[in-house]
């Protein structure tokens, strides 16, 4: 059974840096796209970002396009999110998902294994 952790989440100041990463075990990783959601308080989850089971490919939400960025390192089973000039609407529960697919789902009904999230708080 597939199973990943997210880390690296925390309290940062708005303007800052904050990189999370997801570790993914139980199946072949490489052959699973990756996404990030995030849950803010009294919200429903959205798409943060996506990247191709290549790495070659990927797409952000708007609010985060240009500062936020997904990778991914197939050999280490792990993908990350670098997320810079971070500001106070950042602030959610930070999900990692995994999708069997070859292309770039952005919605949640086409990941079929999820982290238990990281908090992400910024403070203005």
């Known amino acids: 059974q597939v199973q990943l952790v997210e880390s690296g989440g925390g309290l940062v100041q708005a303007g800052g840096s904050l990189r999370l990463s997801c570790a993914v075990s139980?199946?072949?990783?490489?052959?699973?796209?990756m996404g990030w959601f995030r849950q803010a308080p009294g919200k429903e989850r959205e798409f943060v970002a996506v990247?191709?089971?290549?790495?070659?490919?990927?797409h952000y939400a708007d609010s985060v396009k240009g500062r936020f960025t997904i990778s991914r390192e197939n050999a280490e089973n792990t993908v990350v999110l670098q997320m810079n000039s971070l500001k106070v609407d950042d602030t959610a529960v930070y999900y990692c998902?995994?999708?069997?697919?070859?292309?770039?789902?952005?919605?949640?009904?086409?990941?079929?294994?999820w982290g238990h999230g990281t908090q992400v708080t910024v403070s203005s």
């Open positions: 139980g199946r072949t990783f490489s052959r699973d796209a």
């Open positions: 990247i191709s089971w290549s790495g070659v490919s990927t």
């Open positions: 998902a995994a999708a069997r697919s070859y292309q770039l789902p952005k919605i949640e009904a086409d990941f079929t294994s």
